[in-house]
């Protein structure tokens, strides 16, 4: 069946950097879109960074120019580089995939930016 396991959470100071990862199976990782979102406390969960099949990559406006999405089809992994991080990235970050009408979600992994 479809796993998605996220991993590289944790604590950094403002200015830090983090490097997420998602390690995707039971399904034909290089066909499918592969999106990042992430959920702050007591608000809802949002987009931050999608990669198509084919490499197009798109980012929400707050994380532009800071978050970098790629992908490796050999490994089946998915990655989400965070640089000049700030307190309101704090979140669990989770990864998505549709495949036949079906959403799937990996567990979550916590980041903490704070000083």
């Known amino acids: 069946q479809v796993q998605l396991v996220e991993s590289g959470g944790g604590l950094v100071q403002p200015g830090g950097s983090l490097r997420l990862s998602c390690a995707a199976s039971g399904f034909t990782f290089s066909s499918y879109t592969m999106t990042w979102y992430r959920q702050a406390p007591g608000k809802e969960r949002e987009l931050v960074a999608r990669?198509?099949?084919?490499?197009?990559?798109t980012y929400a406006d707050s994380v532009k120019d800071r978050f970098t999405i790629s992908r490796d089809n050999g490994k089946n992994t998915v990655y989400l580089q965070m640089n000049s991080l700030k307190p309101e990235d704090t979140a669990v970050y989770y990864c998505?995939?549709?495949?036949?009408?079906?959403?799937?979600w990996g567990q979550g992994t916590q980041a903490t930016v704070s000083s």
């Open positions: 998505n995939t549709i495949r036949l009408g079906r959403e799937y």
């Open positions: 990669i198509t099949y084919g490499g197009r990559t």
